[in-house]
């Protein structure tokens, strides 16, 4: 609940200490707005779909970490942040705010930003509430960005929701246009900081424990290290932000941590549209044959015939099918089982040597060439 509430008053407190609402016809009252924020915050995570907060993918970062920065361009911060995520050589992607690119100038960014390798992405026209407007008015703020973007040649794939705030109804307009909704797993309160020149205050956000009061990057590091990584939330109009950054991607590589594209299809399978993997898959826990029908050839592989249970595989000569997100396969030869040759994955980090498999352990074996044109070979695999 905190970590919701902590979520809740961070977004809130970005409407009105960040620069996110505009001094246009989007200036906002934050407390009109609380209301939003806390159905945004309280969508249930059972349910990705229709959030603009909640990503599909939700797990298996690997220790990579999608930047993202909201609500800009901005003349001024932007490129401070732009040199960092250079340095480091990071690639990024910024969400946009239509309203923003009033000048050649800021034209002539973005299109310095695309040749650098970063995303850019629509944020709406205006910032405002998705969820308040009429499906008019709604077309309008997508739309409006999103032809200023195409108009510079950007193609945007990326939406997220000003203040992630969304519904079914909303999720899926947003989707006819193509987009891939983000919303983030870690917000930096860069906000919070900001606000109070590099110190965020008790009152100002109060779930930012007291020993990252003044110490942003501590607090970052901290949140990701919580999801060993996923997509992160910055704004790139503040200076507090853009003069923390160095340190905070510095100690995130000093974790081992490493910088991807939102469009990283291995980290965020299912927010770029990719099938999710298999549940079940070759190496995975079976009683009978029938648990291992994610392939029509799929059998129960045991250690013995009245074992009680095996790992699933299907039958191989040479060959074996690999699935992204799962160890290498390799086509075993099983002396004195039927069949013969049976896909087995190898000893490997994904399944951390076969101690991720229950009831397998690590085995040297020879490959079944069977009648393939498959060179000899041996393996260390995870056979029950
Ligand atoms: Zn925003």
């Not at 809740?8 to 200036?27: H, K, M, N, R, Y």
């Not at 390798?117 to 910032?127: D, E, R, Y």
Request: hydrophobic letters at 40%; proline letters at 5%.
């Amino acid at each position: 609940m905190n970590a919701r509430r902590g979520l809740f008053f961070a977004a809130l407190a970005v409407v009105s200490s960040s620069g996110c609402a505009p001094t246009d016809e989007a200036a906002e009252n934050p407390a009109e707005h609380s209301n939003d924020w806390e159905k945004a915050y309280e969508a249930p995570v059972s349910d990705p779909i229709c959030s603009g907060i909640v990503l599909p993918d939700r797990a298996n970062f690997g220790h990579h970490v999608a930047l993202t920065f909201d609500d800009g361009p901005n003349l001024e911060t932007t490129p401070k942040v732009l040199e960092v995520l250079k340095k480091h050589n990071a690639h990024a992607a910024f969400l946009l705010n239509g309203m923003r690119i009033t000048s050649d100038a800021h034209k002539k960014l973005l299109g310095e930003m695309h040749a650098a390798g970063h995303i850019l992405g629509n944020h709406t026209q205006h910032h405002l509430n998705a969820v308040t407007l009429s499906t008019t008015k709604l077309k309008d703020e997508i739309e409006s960005t999103d032809k200023i973007l195409f108009d510079l040649g950007l193609a945007p794939k990326y939406f997220r929701f000003p203040f992630g705030s969304s519904n079914c109804d909303t999720a899926k307009l947003a989707r006819t246009y193509g987009y891939a909704i983000t919303g983030w797993h870690v917000d930096s309160a860069d906000w919070c900081f900001a606000a109070g020149q590099g110190v965020c205050k008790k009152s100002t956000f109060k779930y930012v424990p007291d020993e990252f009061r003044s110490d942003m990057g501590g607090y970052v590091l901290s949140q990701v290290e919580s999801t060993k990584g996923g997509v992160v939330l910055f704004h790139d109009i503040h200076g507090n932000t853009a003069n923390h950054l160095d340190v905070i991607l510095g100690a995130l590589e000093e974790r081992g941590y490493s910088f991807v594209g939102l469009d990283d299809v291995a980290v965020f399978p299912k927010l770029n549209g990719a099938s999710a993997p298999p549940a079940v898959w070759i190496g995975s826990t079976c009683k009978a044959d029938a648990d291992c029908s994610f392939d029509k050839t799929g059998f129960c592989l045991r250690a013995a015939a009245d074992a009680a249970s095996g790992v699933c595989s299907i039958p191989c000569a040479g060959y074996c099918p690999d699935q992204s997100g799962f160890a290498a396969t390799f086509c075993a030869t099983i002396e004195g089982a039927t069949p013969s040759g049976a896909c087995a994955q190898k000893a490997a980090t994904e399944n951390d040597t076969c101690n991720k498999l229950a009831g397998t352990h690590a085995a040297t074996v020879d490959r079944f060439v069977g009648e393939s044109t498959a060179k000899p070979a041996t393996a260390d695999v995870c056979l029950p």
